[in-house]
Nanobody, 132 residues
Framework: QVQLVESGGGLVQAGESLRLSCAAS????????MGWFRQAPGKEREFVAG????????YYADSVKGRFTISGDNAKNTVYLQMNSLKPEDTAVYLC?????????????????????????WGQGTQVTVSS
């Protein structure tokens, strides 16, 4: 049974940083691309960052590019999201997700990374609140 557990959310002021973690279990972590999404109240779930299963390609939403960094640690079965220079508009529940396809080819991931339907397992989410 696959489980994804996020942690690291909290309340911060604009300009501060947070590091989110997502610990995965249940299948071989290193075989799957991982993504971070977020969802604010009344809004659709939106892509934040994604990393291919081999770590060779990383994608970011334009709104977080240059401020957020996604990384993975296969030894710890964990994916991270370092968030710097946080803004009030970053306030949302942040969810990690695991790709539905083992060792998905880079070409395929390049057109699926931002689609929630491409991921078959999701964490419960962690709240990030940024005050102005």
């Amino acid at each position: 049974q696959v489980q994804l557990v996020e942690s690291g959310g909290g309340l911060v002021q604009a300009g501060e940083s947070l590091r989110l973690s997502c610990a995965a279990s249940g299948r071989t972590f290193s075989n799957y691309a991982m993504g971070w999404f977020r969802q604010a109240p009344g809004k659709e779930r939106e892509f934040v960052a994604g990393i291919t299963w081999d770590g060779n390609r990383i994608y970011y939403a334009d709104s977080v590019k240059g401020r957020f960094t996604i990384s993975g640690d296969n030894a710890k079965n964990t994916v991270y999201l370092q968030m710097n220079s946080l803004k009030p508009e970053d306030t949302a529940v942040y969810l990690c997700a695991q790709d539905a396809v083992s060792q998905r080819r880079a070409g395929s991931y390049s057109i699926t990374y931002f689609r929630p339907v491409a991921y078959d397992y999701w964490g419960q989410g962690t709240q990030v609140t940024v005050s102005s």
